[in-house]
């Protein structure tokens, strides 16, 4: 278990000042047990850059604190209580296939059971692609094969829904395979995945909200007052920006909006939001 934040917005230059607006609102931890884990991805250059902190850290980290001032269109943060797996890099959150960044807040039941099942299910490059031995990485191979099979792993003009409709069917197999081992309670399965252009997330088992941002005045990180003269050539750049964010653990609810249970939601590149529920993508 533990807690995760993605965002997709509009200006690279500024997911810093989207961060630090975020501090107050978002939270890495799931109860009052410490991560023993932490990891972020992100894009730049038109690669995909992850942080990791498999070792964790010696106090609970704030967002500013784990991602820094990175640069990016995209982020997807991760804070882990291990649930399956030992505490090591290869099982650090989130996990990057090709231009794919995926993280995952649950557990999938029985898994030690469902894994053969999971693992049959791949074509051989998947499974050579495993690195780990969490829950999570195998059901992000399981989405990638979904992306696969619409020939969408390294489309960057795929649209939303795609993404949207690969990760629902990924959720549905996973219950399925559960199901089939005779798994006793249901799994948790609040994913989000991104290509850098389009984002999606669902919500199995566990709180997950979101939250549509637009324009960052006044920013405290940039000196922005609502006093600043709009001459000022920082001004423009922050009024206009907008994001959407994805959060697990929220501090102050203001903005956000709960994801219905068993809902996925899909985010295009235009950061349109579309909800549908599992059963319907």
Known sequence: MGALVAILQSDPNLLRCQIDRLKGHVSLQDGDAAPDAYGFGYYHGGNVLLGKR???????????ELVGRVDSEALVVHARRAAAGTAKDENTQPFRYRKWVFAHDGAIEAFDRVRPKLVAALPDH??????GDTDSEAAFMLFAKHL????????????????GRALARTVRDLEAFSRDVGAQRPSRLDFVATNGRVLAATRRGGPLFYALLEGIVPCALDGITLATPESDPRVRPHRIVKAV?????????????????????????????????????
């Open 54 to 64: 498999p070792t964790g850290a010696p106090h609970p980290l704030s967002l500013p």
């Open 148 to 163: 696969r099979d619409e020939n969408a792993v390294d489309d960057l003009e795929l649209e939303a829904a795609t993404a």
């Open 126 to 131: 998947l499974r050579r692609a495993i690195m």
């Open 245 to 281: 964010c994805f959060a697990s653990r929220i501090t102050a609810p203001n903005g956000f909006i709960e994801v219905p249970e068993g809902s996925v939601v899909s985010v295009s590149r235009r950061l349109q939001v579309s909800v549908s529920p599992l059963n319907a993508a």
